[in-house]
C-alpha cells in the first residue's frame, strides 16, 4: 500500500474539498443508521400503541434523516470524485511532460503502446481506487463498526455467529491477493501490448496493405489479443472467487439471523423491532463490505498500474540544462565538433568517433558519407537530442551542455530525417515552428520559398487543408519541403537539415537550394545528405567513413579531385543523373513524334 499512499499525496493538494467530502461520509452513514432505528423503534412502538399521533412526528424525523442522509450521500460522491479527477488531469500532464522531456534513448527502447497505457489505463486505475475506492472505504470503515456496535448491544449472541461469515470472507480475501495482483500485472502489460500492436499497424498502414500483409497483421493481432483475453479469464476467475466468498458470507449471516432471530422471535425474546434492526443493519454492513471487496479486486490492480507509473516518472533523464544564461540575440550561430564520439544504449560499435569538424557563422557545413556512417547522430547531438559520450559540442564557444536546453533549441530550425507533421491544417503545420503569431502573408512567403506555392493552391481548401495523421495526405517531397518551412517559421540562428531531399526531384531540388541559399544568408547551416548536389555548393563538406569516424574535409573542388569516397559517388550520381535526363529526353521525343528518337531523324 505504501506505493498507493506516495500517489494520495497528490490528493492532499485539493485538501479542502477533499476535506468537505469526507466530512461528508460519516454524516451521511449516520442519518442513514438514524432511519434504522427509527423504524425499528416505532415497529416496537407500533405493537403496543393504540393512537396515530406519534407517527407524524416518526414521519417528520425520517424526513430529516432522509433529505439529510441524501444531501451528504450526494456531495461527498461529488466533491471526492471531482477531486480525484482534477488528480488524474495532474497526473496525465505530469506524465505528457515526463515524457516530452525524456531523450530519444528513452523512446528508442521504449513501445508506444506501453507508454500510452501507462498514461491512460493505468492512471484510471490509481484515480478509481484513491477517489472512488477510498470514498467507499472510508463509509464501510464508520458503518460497519457503528452498526456491529449497535447488534452487540441487542444481541450478543446473534452478533458473533453474524460476525463468523465475515472472518472467513477476509480470510479468503487474503488468500487470494497474490494471484488478484498477478493476474492483473498480467492484464495491464497485455493491454499495452495490444495498443502496441494497434498503433504499429494503424502507423504503418500504407505498408502492410503495400506488402499484402492484412491477413498476417490480424492473426498477429489475433494472437495478442489471445493473450490478454486469457489473462482477463484469469483474472475474472479469482475475482469470481472474491465474489462467491462475499456473497457466499452475505448468504450465510442471513441464514443465522433467519435461525436463531426467528427462533427467538417466535419465543417473543426478541422484539420485531430489533430483528428488524439485525436485517436492515446487516444489509448496511455487508453492501459497503461488498464494495470493499470491489476495491480488493482492484486493488493488484491498481499496485501494479502505480509501479507503472512511478517507473515512468523515475526514468532518469541524462540530458539536464545548463546554467550559462545567453540570451537567443547574442548567438552568432559558429558551431564545431571536438574530438566527439558516441555509441548507442544497444550499440555494439561507436556511431561516431572522435569527429573534429567547426563551421562559422553564417557558413554551411555539409555532411555526407556512406548509409549508416553517423549523419543524422552527428546532428541529433547539436540539439542534444543525444548526448555525446565524450569531445565537446560547441555553439559560439560554448559548450551545448552548459547552454539552456529552451535556449539551446530555440536557436534551431531542425529538419528531421522522417518529416514528420501533424494532423492539423497545413498552415497549422508551418505555423508550429514559430515563436510568434505567423500572418498569412508569412505563411505565402515561407510556402513561397519552399518551392510549395503551385501544389499547395491545388489543395482542396489551400493552406487551410487538413492534412492527413504524419502527413500520409502528402506525398514525400511535399512533406519534406513542409518540414523545411516550420524550420524556417522560426528564423533560426542554425539551419540543421537531416537529409530532407531525399524525396524531391533534381529540377526541385535545385530551385529548392538557391531559395534555401537566400534563406541562408546570415545563418549557419547544417545539411547531410545522400544526394551530393544538395552539399556541392556548402563551404565545407564532411565525409564520415563507414566506421563513423572523419574521412576527410574539405570543398566540393577539392573532393572531387581527391581518390576516396565522395569523388567517387560524385562521378557515379553525375552518370546516374546523366542517363536519367536522356532518358527523359528520348521519352518526350517519342510522344512528341510518335516514334523512337532514332527513327524520327
Sequence with gaps: MSILLRFFKRFLLYRGALLLGLICIP??????????????????????????????????????????????????????????????????????????????????????????????????????????GMMYTLGALIIVPISLGILFTIEPLLAVLMVIPMFAMGFTMKLLSGRLHKQSTAVQESIAGISHRAQENFGGIRVVKG????????????????????????????????????????????????????????????????????????????????????????????????????????????????????APADVSGAVAFENVSFTYERGTAPALANISVSIGSGETLGIVGPTGSGKSTLLNLVGRLFEADSGHVLLDDHSVKDLPLDTLRGVLGYVPQDSFLFSEPYDENIRFGADHDLSDDEIDDLIERVAMASEVAEFV?????????????????????????????????????????????????????????????????LVAAHRLTTVASADRILVLAADGSV??????????????????????QQRTESLAQSIEREVQTTSTTGAPAGDAQ
Design 211 to 326: 506488402y499484402a500483409r492484412e491477413d498476417q497483421q490480424a492473426r498477429l493481432f489475433e494472437s495478442t489479443s489471445a493473450v490478454n483475453r486469457d489473462n482477463q479469464v484469469e483474472l475474472g476467475r479469482a475475482r469470481g472467487l472474491t465474489h462467491a466468498a462475499i456473497h457466499g458470507s452475505f448468504d450465510l449471516t442471513f441464514a443465522v439471523i433467519l435461525i436463531v432471530g426467528g427462533v427467538a422471535a417466535i419465543d417473543r425474546t426478541l422484539p420485531v423491532g430489533d430483528l428488524f434492526k439485525f436485517i436492515d443493519l446487516t444489509l448496511k454492513v455487508f453492501w459497503p463490505l461488498i464494495s470493499i471487496g470491489w476495491i480488493l479486486g482492484m486493488l493488484p490492480r491498481a499496485v501494479a498500474s502505480a509501479e507503472r507509473i512511478e517507473e515512468l516518472l523515475n526514468e532518469e533523464n541524462p540530458i539536464q540544462d545548463g546554467e550559462l544564461r545567453l
Design 551 to 572: 574521412e576527410t574535409v574539405g570543398t566540393h573542388a577539392e573532393l572531387i579531385d581527391k581518390p576516396g569516397w565522395y569523388a567517387e559517388t560524385w562521378e557515379q
Design 27 to 132: 454524516l451521511a452513514q449516520l442519518a442513514d443508521v438514524g432511519i434504522t432505528l427509527l423504524v425499528g423503534n416505532s415497529l416496537d412502538r407500533a405493537s403496543e400503541a393504540t393512537d396515530y399521533e406519534w407517527l407524524t412526528t416518526v414521519l417528520m424525523l425520517m424526513g430529516v434523516y432522509a433529505v439529510g442522509h441524501c444531501v451528504m450521500r450526494f456531495f461527498q460522491r461529488w466533491l471526492i470524485v471531482v477531486v480525484s479527477r482534477q488528480v488524474e488531469v495532474d497526473m496525465k500532464n505530469e506524465l505528457f511532460q515526463k515524457l516530452t522531456s525524456l531523450p530519444f534513448a528513452f523512446h528508442d527502447r521504449s513501445r508506444s503502446g506501453d507508454v500510452v497505457s501507462r498514461l491512460t489505463s493505468d492512471v484510471e486505475s490509481v484515480r478509481m481506487v484513491l477517489g472512488p
Design 461 to 525: 481548401d489551400g493552406k487551410k487543408t487538413l492534412v492527413g495523421e504524419r502527413g500520409v495526405t502528402l506525398s514525400g517531397g511535399q512533406r519534406q519541403r513542409t518540414c523545411i518551412a516550420r524550420a524556417l517559421a522560426r528564423d533560426p540562428k542554425v539551419l540543421v537539415l537531416d537529409d530532407c531531399l531525399s524525396a524531391i526531384d533534381t529540377e526541385t531540388e535545385r530551385e529548392l537550394l538557391g531559395s534555401l541559399r537566400a534563406a541562408g544568408q546570415g545563418r549557419t547551416v
